[in-house]
């Protein structure tokens, strides 16, 4: 099925369906939208779901619950393509309640607070990123089998368990604090992810994030079991093992990855990975 703005009222009503589109403007909006994924390929979107704007392009994803109000404008001399991804709700809390029966975290949801944290995410290495990706690499949407639907749902389920449990583990004394902390803290996340390459301090995701640095130190780690600083180094070693094995010069990927040269970036690559950049390189390119 292809998308238009003349089917997006349409579409927002159904259940296990991926519709692609590919348009240079856009401007529409529906009351009531269902469970969805919104996954751009190429260019920016700008949305709005109840009343808060999020602005995605390709490495994002936005979730959006049923029920919910969301806009989608834009308006770009290219073509625009993005996937969206309608998914069944009661799927999504059948498999929500499974697992908390089940005991499979130290965590108790109730089925009206289960729903997606609606929110801009990266897609980064996990299960639910993987599914996102195999489909945005799919050429014809329509051989997705509704098995494939019901897998994804559960996928998102396990993600979004995943966030719940992180809520859980900040120190605040409501669900709504705990939120948006849990927002501040993945806008560091993405910081990080996107501006590797730069000399990030402290300082400058305190200043993001709206955060003393103590609280923003203290909150990560309790989320991410890792401090800022580790999760640039891990961002910064992920992408250096991704230009490596393209043949790219070692001198060259550390100092695109933020390094200030070959020696400190070898220093730290052996430290995370156990084995030097040039040993990688043996061990993976012919």
């Known amino acids: 099925m292809n998308f238009s703005p003349a089917t997006f009222e349409t579409v927002n009503n159904k259940k296990n ?93 109730n089925r009206s607070d289960a729903n997606v944290i609606s929110e801009k995410y990266h897609v980064l290495d996990c299960e639910l990123s993987r599914w996102l990706s195999s ?63 730069k000399d990030l301090k402290l300082d400058d995701l305190s200043q993001i994030s709206y955060l003393s640095k103590y609280h923003l130190l203290r909150s990560f780690k309790d989320v991410y079991n890792i401090t800022p600083y580790q999760a640039l180094l891990a961002r910064r070693i992920g992408k250096a093992k991704q230009m490596l094995v393209t043949g790219k010069a070692i001198q060259d990927v550390a100092l695109d990855c933020g390094f200030n040269d070959r020696r400190s970036f070898s220093r730290v690559f052996k430290k995370v990975q156990g084995i030097t950049p040039s040993a990688f390189l043996e061990n993976n390119v012919n």
């Open 135 to 197: 489909i945005s690499a799919v050429q014809d949407l329509k051989s997705l089998t509704e098995e494939d639907f019901i897998l994804l749902t559960e996928k998102l389920a396990m993600h979004q368990l995943g966030q719940h449990q992180m809520l859980s583990s900040l120190d605040a004394s409501n669900y709504i604090t705990r939120k948006e902390l849990l927002k501040r803290l993945r806008t560091v996340k993405s910081f990080i992810f996107d501006n590797y390459s």
């Open 17 to 109: 369906i991926a519709v692609k589109s590919a348009l240079n403007c856009f401007d529409s909006t529906v009351s009531c939208s269902g469970l969805s994924i919104k996954l751009p390929l190429n260019g920016p979107e700008n949305y709005t779901v109840d009343h808060v704007n999020h602005t995605i392009k390709p490495g994002n994803f936005l979730l959006v619950n049923k029920g919910q109000e969301v806009s989608c404008k834009f308006d770009s001399k290219d073509i625009v393509e993005s996937i969206c991804i309608y998914l069944d709700s009661e799927i999504y809390l059948e498999i929500i309640e499974r697992c908390t029966k089940k005991n499979q975290l130290d965590l108790v949801i």
